[in-house]
């Protein structure tokens, strides 16, 4: 599936699937430590199988994807309930784009091999997180990595026909729910703008900036202070951003790509403390979702190189 080309059980040829096989992964899942555990876990099933049986196998990169696919399918149908007992709101974990640090700095292993674009911006995986299990799947192999409804269907146990409906059927809700795409030039200067009046503390600059029926959401895992429930309105976001800064001397924002679109993130003495991303619609801010939960900021941690 995805892979079927690749041909060849050898160790080079099997190693070479682990990129693809995380990219769909974490889009599968919406977390990059969630999408490498199932990646490891569909490498060690390969090599549990029998030499013979590996063997018979025409497409090792296929039946890693099939099996990665399975994986994720549990992992989405468990992990529902593990998010009802989490505490506050749950995002998905915000990937860094490391050629923006520059040199001397080097990003954890996975995050260097996702491919950033429009399919992993924070907008779409959180629509994503609105789908079914099922759907999930079948939208993501078809519409994003182009896999067959045949190759689907093993990785669903249905039918290629159910597929196609759930396919169809999450391509509505994303449609309907996604906002007008900004080009990349006013996404970037609306962050910076809401950048300067932040560092400024200016609410009313904020408010200018931000869409009136505006949306906040806060990722602190109950591991750091963040807001339970979403922000809801222009002024009271604005109001809380300024709040924040009084509350956080010291922290240093940065203009970086968040998941490949312009984002801000918040750091003290060189440790990234926080990561937000932006939807802008019109020039102003609609949504915002901020990360402060610190496990899902460990892409973030800069290592020397």
Not at 64 to 88: F, H, K, M, N, Q
Not at 93 to 107: F, K
Not at 221 to 230: F, Q
Not at 251 to 277: D, F, I, K, Y
Request: proline share 5%.
């Amino acid at each position: 599936m995805g892979t079927a080309g690749a041909a060849g059980t050898g160790a080079g040829a099997i190693a070479g699937e682990r990129r693809q096989l995380l990219n769909v992964a974490y889009r599968l899942l919406g977390s990059l430590a969630e999408a490498e555990d199932a990646v490891q876990e569909a490498y060690a099933r390969w090599y549990a199988l029998p030499r013979g049986r590996q063997a018979d196998i025409v497409s090792p990169g296929a039946w890693l994807s099939t099996v990665t696919g399975r994986i994720c399918l549990d992992v989405l149908g468990s992990a529902r309930a593990r998010r009802e007992r989490y505490v506050g709101a749950w995002l998905p974990e915000p990937l860094p784009d490391r050629t923006e640090w520059g040199t001397g700095t080097a990003l954890s292993d996975p995050a260097d091999q996702m491919v950033l674009d429009e399919s992993v911006t924070m907008a779409f995986l959180v629509v994503l997180e609105s789908l079914a299990p099922a759907e999930r799947v079948a939208f993501v192999l078809h519409d994003v990595f182009r896999y067959p409804f045949a190759e689907i269907a093993d990785v669903l146990g249905r039918t290629s026909a159910a597929c196609k409906q759930l396919a169809a059927s999450a391509r509505r809700r994303v449609r309907d729910a996604q906002a007008p795409v900004t080009a990349a030039a006013g996404r970037a200067e609306a962050v910076r703008h809401v950048k300067e009046a932040w560092e400024s503390k200016n609410i009313a600059a904020l408010v200018d900036l931000l869409d009136p029926a505006a949306v906040m959401t806060a990722d602190g895992g109950g591991l750091v202070g963040a807001a339970l429930r979403p922000i809801e309105g222009g002024a009271l976001i604005a109001q809380y951003m300024v709040a924040i800064a009084d509350k956080a001397p010291g922290l240093e924002l940065l203009e970086r790509s968040v998941n490949g679109v312009p984002g801000l993130v918040a750091q003290r003495a060189g440790a990234v403390m926080t990561v937000a991303s932006f939807e802008v619609v019109d020039g102003r801010v609609k949504r915002i979702w901020v990360v402060r939960n610190p496990e899902k900021l460990r892409p973030w941690v800069r290592a020397e190189a």
